[in-house]
């Protein structure tokens, strides 16, 4: 764990709605966190993996949870979507892609009123 680590609760999060939107985007990785090398390039990978869907490679497809979780990277540990737009866009919108949330978030005015946080643990 590190020093930033955010402890939210992401089971009441997906309760909420949050449809796992954050493992969905583009996870650039921290110098620390690059292990891999990728077969193509032979230079260190410096993104997560993601699936065909845009999902990343740890993401269980069922649950949604992290197959990784104990060692998933530093950027994802202190990612805190409570400070991201697209959550609150993500509970209201009835779109299911990242584009279509990346979108609504450039024109959407969500009142201070009617935000939902996810709690932390
Ligand atoms: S960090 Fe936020 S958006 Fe991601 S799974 Fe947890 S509650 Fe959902
Ligand atoms: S490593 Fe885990 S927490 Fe990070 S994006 Fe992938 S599934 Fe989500």
Known sequence: MTE???LLDC????KLG??????????RLDEDDRTEIDPETQRKKGYVGKK???????QDEQTGLCLNWDNRP?????YDCNFDKLLQVVFKSSNQSIS???KESVTVFIHEKDKIFVPYL
Request: net charge positive; proline share 0%; glycine share 6%.
């Open 4 to 6: 930033n680590t955010k």
């Open 11 to 14: 089971d009441t999060g997906r």
């Open 18 to 27: 949050c449809k796992s939107f954050c493992c969905r985007l583009l996870i």
């Open 52 to 58: 065909d869907d845009g999902t990343c490679l740890y």
């Open 74 to 78: 530093k950027v994802c540990r202190e």
């Open 100 to 102: 279509c949330w990346m």
